[in-house]
């Protein structure tokens, strides 16, 4: 779900800022003994909170949106701010040196500012969060900074406003911590769905809807049935030659459609051959019933062809040893039969003894 490196940048900002809330009062006033290690640790831990801004935000934004020039730019605050709170004791301690931490801080924000903006243009929904939760804080350094250069004095209420803005910031990144999971929730549940609807449509005919080879091996892995009919439609090839294939393929569903009924599964293998695995003790009688539902489903269906169109079957009962292919193998043999027996029938190929085999009419 949320990057491990995001969390723990996270975690480093939070950890910064409570570095910087320690100078604030009344902690501060009991840690430090010289307003000049309380000022070196403020500043540090303002420049480290800075710091780590840099990559939170390089690992926030959605990859969708982030490009390998913007999170390089990010990043390169790291170093920048690590190397500017490095350089803090010596700049405090230098007359008229102060100035350039400011400049640095300057300089550090701005480029926060303008990675953010970036990802703002582009449409990230997470900066648009983050800008809302570190407008107050951004607002306060600012005016902070205006109050050391301009007007040569601290901002008064400093503390106070910084926390207030931190409030602010926590309440808001957490809100958008919860959008992004449950942004990330409906994508998984689109993902997951997509993955279902594409696995179903790899188990579908394109043309008639129902099963196709794989589909029915599917079915019949999850679901023995107790016979299996393989039928096919009688001179088909006469109705694509004289009317298309368009009134062909209305016929092919046709067919398919016929032969839907309680207790089958019906399935194209392709073409106009068609299995169905059948549930009931009665399965012959219903697989028959089926065969002969095909010529009044393709009358309503294609009036226009002005023919009857017949169907034969070969029928296999189910045996414990027996796959798919190899049930469809027999009731092949028995299709092959009856349409050499001419046409329009259904024959069961019988096998009593394990290498006999006889031919029964149903």
Known sequence: IMRRQHILWMGARAAAIGLLALTFPPAGNWLFA???SFWIARLAATDIVIAVTGPLLATYIEPRVIAPKLRRFLWALLPGGLALAAATPLLV???DAYWVHNFGILVLVSMLITGLGVALKLGSRTARYQAVAWAP??????VALFFELVLLRSMPFYAEAMLAAFLIEFVVTASGIGDGFVLI????????LHVREATRASTLDPLTGIANRRGLAQRFTESRPQGLAVIDCDHFKRINDNFGHDVGDEALVAVA????GDHLFIGRLGGEEFVALVYHDEWERLAEEARERIDMGVRIRAPQLGFRVTASAGLAAIHDSDTLESAIKRADRALYAAKDAGRDRSLRLNEPEP?????QVI
């Not at 459609?257 to 839907?260: T, V």
């Open 34 to 36: 010289t307003s000049e």
């Open 93 to 95: 301690r230098t007359p």
């Open 137 to 142: 804080t951004i607002l306060i350094g600012f």
């Open 185 to 192: 929730r409906r994508e998984l549940d689109e993902a997951v």
């Open 257 to 260: 459609d016929a032969l839907q």
């Open 355 to 359: 290498g006999e085999a006889r031919l």
